[in-house]
Nanobody, 121 residues
């Protein structure tokens, strides 16, 4: 089993930065890709950013491209989401996700409980 715990959420003014962290524990050796999703009230959960383990190739949702940066520290089993130029539309619960080896790319099978990010106008 893999456990993911997010932290770093909070209230921030529009235009400001915030960095989210996610620490994996348990069978961390099984983790391949990692990523971030978000869900606002009444909305579907949407993909935000992802990063591969070995080569750290990243991908982003168009809505955050150029503003958010995903990174990871494999030695610490941690993935980060640096969010800059935040907009009120970024307000959501942000979820960390991980994909086990053997699954297809970005087919995430482990999820954190989420951390609230609120961006005020």
């Amino acid at each position: 089993q893999v456990q993911l715990v997010e932290s770093g959420g909070g209230l921030v003014q529009a235009g400001g930065p915030l960095r989210l962290s996610c620490v994996a524990s348990g069978r961390t050796w099984s983790i391949d890709d990692m990523g971030w999703f978000r869900q606002a009230p009444g909305n579907e959960r949407e993909f935000v950013a992802g990063i591969r383990r070995s080569d750290r190739i990243t991908r982003y949702a168009d809505s955050v491209k150029g503003r958010f940066t995903i990174s990871r520290d494999n030695a610490e089993n941690t993935v980060y989401l640096q969010m800059n130029s935040l907009k009120p539309g970024d307000t959501a619960v942000y979820y960390c996700a991980a994909k086990s080896y053997g699954r297809r790319s970005y087919d995430f099978d482990y999820w954190g409980q989420g951390t609230q990010v609120t961006v005020s106008s």
